[in-house]
Each structure stands twice: as structure tokens, then as C-alpha cells.
């Protein structure tokens, strides 16, 4: 069955980076568009970015472009999100979704990333 | 920006009876329209893409209708596990995908 792990989440001090992973398995992955969809405490969902699955086509929301890379890995089945210069507001559940073109078919169980001093 | 409008934000149904849930672009949007299950503590799950194309596995009693603006998904007969937060999302005007804010679905 599809699997999608996230991994990397964690406390992190305004301006400070974190790298969250995602591992997939049970699909060929390679064949997928892949997102990262963030969910702030108590709040709804925010998709921030995406990626075709030949790393080609990448768009970031203006929320967190210049900050945030995604970036894929297909040999090694795995999606990444590189968070940069981080502030208060990015706090929130970050998931790890199948899909970025019409709509997410396969979710993650979510990171956790607080940004507090 | 497309921006998705949903109502109510609270439903409260008795089991067993039916609940219909409103979704509303800002424009629009043919039928490019999915909608979310979220339960507390969990990942949002697909139900239905398309307008009212259900995902895998999810029973026929959730249904979709709607095109242009104007979107609604309806559970027919409201079962206790139903209890969760439901968000429209559109993808005809992409990127990026944009949400509604959630319709919060409670038991009586």
C-alpha cells in the first residue's frame, strides 16, 4: 500500500533552517507530482509547494518563496522540503502529499515544525 | 487568487440524516473541486476529486455536486465516524491549489 513518511520536524529559533524528508513507498514514485501542504496550529490547510516528478516543474506559494526549496530524489524514493530563515509563522504540521496537479490523493501522518525562541 | 468560501462553519446532524455542505469560488472554477475528511489528530484524507468523483474506498454515501461557482458535498445518511472537519480545495486556476477554511461536521 502507499506509504508517505514524514521525518525531520522539530523546535527550531526564528531565522534557524530544518530539512524535513518524506519516504515514499508502494508506488512508483518517479510517476508522481509531490507537494507540501502546512497546517498551522488550529487552523486550515496552506499548499506551499510543489514538484513534477522529473524535478522540471517546481513552484513554491509567495508565502514561502525565497525561503523554502523542494526538491525529490527518485533513486532514493524520497521528497524534501530545504526551510530557510524561518519565522514564528511557519509553525504548523508540514504533510508530505501525492499529487500537484489537480488534487492530493495519498497524506503523510505530518511533521511537526515549531519556530520559537 | 482563488478564494474558496465555505458554510456553514459548524453542522450539526442528527445520525442517520443528511448533510449537505457549501463550497464557494470567487470564480469560476468549472469542476476542478476536491474535498477533505480531516479527524482530530489526523492527516486530511481525499473523498472526492472532480467534482463528485469518489476516492478509493470511500463509501457511496458521500457524493458531489456542483460546477462554476457554487460546489456541495453531501453525506446522505450521517454515520458517527462522519464527525470531522471537511475543506473544499479548487485546482482549475494552478498554482496554486487554494482551500476553504473548513465546515466543522458534529453529531447530535
Known amino acids: 500500500q502507499v506509504q508517505l513518511v514524514e521525518s525531520g520536524g522539530g523546535l527550531v529559533k526564528p531565522g534557524g533552517s530544518l530539512r524535513l524528508s518524506c519516504a515514499a513507498s508502494g508506488f512508483t514514485f518517479g510517476d508522481y507530482y509531490m507537494s507540501w501542504i502546512r497546517q498551522a496550529p488550529g487552523k486550515g490547510l496552506e499548499w506551499i509547494s510543489y514538484i513534477s516528478g522529473n524535478s522540471e516543474i517546481i513552484y513554491h506559494a509567495d508565502s514561502v518563496k525565497g525561503r523554502f526549496t523542494i526538491s525529490r530524489d527518485n533513486t532514493a524514493k524520497s521528497l524534501y522540503l530545504q526551510m530557510n530563515n524561518l519565522r514564528v509563522e511557519d509553525t504548523a504540521v508540514y504533510y508530505c502529499v501525492r499529487g500537484g496537479y489537480r488534487y492530493g490523493d495519498q497524506w503523510g501522518q505530518g511533521s511537526l515544525v515549531t519556530v520559537s525562541s | 487568487e482563488i478564494v474558496m468560501t465555505q458554510s456553514p462553519a459548524t453542522l450539526s446532524v442528527s445520525p442517520g440524516e443528511r448533510a449537505t455542505l457549501s463550497c464557494r469560488a470567487s470564480?469560476?472554477?468549472?469542476?476542478?473541486v476536491a474535498w477533505y475528511q480531516q479527524k482530530p489528530g489526523q492527516a486530511p484524507r481525499l473523498l472526492i476529486h472532480?467534482?463528485?468523483t469518489r476516492a478509493t474506498g470511500i463509501p457511496v454515501r458521500f457524493s458531489g455536486s456542483g460546477s462554476g461557482t457554487e460546489f456541495t458535498l453531501t453525506i446522505s445518511s450521517l454515520q458517527s465516524e462522519d464527525s470531522a472537519v471537511y475543506y473544499c480545495q479548487q485546482s482549475n486556476n494552478w498554482p496554486p491549489w487554494t482551500f476553504g477554511q473548513g465546515t466543522k461536521v458534529e453529531i447530535k
Open positions: 472532480s467534482t463528485s
Open positions: 470564480q469560476s472554477i468549472s469542476k476542478d
